[in-house]
């Protein structure tokens, strides 16, 4: 049975620890891939990473087209990320905006290689290498930062620190046990 799961809020541990390697490839991580797909479904995103669901592996799902239109979904297991240059220059406001599911509503710049290559393996143990550019490089970038226990705000430009902070606490984030359910909870964008 497929199960929708609530998605921690930044704060919760879990998200701010690093992922352990997934060493059992057996039916409970079948089950576990199973929600994360439905859940990231119904958030709507991009990606989901296990922390983000409260389990502390290293596995994420994706579902983008890329930027020629390809459509691409699936699953990395224990990924290995190696990155290209990454400009000095500042992140542009207007297209270099991400946003997270686990700090629902709120979008910030974020400088990030423009290529990345992506290694890992399937639900089978079967290897993955994807060579990626734009968003969706910059997707596989957001997803392993969760697994190395990072979100994207701390990432951030010193210049948006502050608003960062403002926002974390007209939200009241930053305590564990907060978390969203997709489908249930009405969160504004």
């Not at 704060?11 to 409970?28: I, K, M, W, Y």
């Not at 969706?136 to 608003?163: C, P, T, V």
């Amino acid at each position: 049975m497929v199960t929708i799961r609530p998605i921690c809020i930044k704060g919760n541990p879990v998200l701010h620890r690093r992922a352990a390697e997934v060493t059992q490839f057996d039916e409970e991580l079948r089950t576990l891939v199973q929600d994360m797909y439905e859940t990231m479904d119904k958030a709507p995103g991009v990606g989901l990473a296990a922390p983000q669901i409260g389990v502390g592996l290293r596995v994420f799902t994706y579902d983008y087209d890329d930027d020629e239109g390809n459509p691409r979904r699936g699953v990395l297991i224990n990924p290995v990320l190696e990155l290209g240059a990454i400009s000095n220059e500042p992140a542009d406001e207007e297209t270099e905006v991400e946003g997270c599911l686990s700090v629902p509503g709120e979008r910030f710049p974020l400088k990030r290689a423009e290529k990345a290559i992506i290694t890992g393996v399937d639900l089978d143990q079967n290897p993955i290498h994807l060579e990626t550019e734009g968003w969706f490089a910059r997707i596989m970038q957001h997803e392993f930062d969760h697994l190395e226990g990072m979100l994207y705000l701390d990432k951030l430009a010193k210049e948006w620190h502050k608003e960062r902070k403002l926002m974390y606490a007209e939200h009241e984030w930053g305590l564990p046990g907060k978390s969203w359910l997709p489908g249930r909870d009405h969160l504004e964008d």
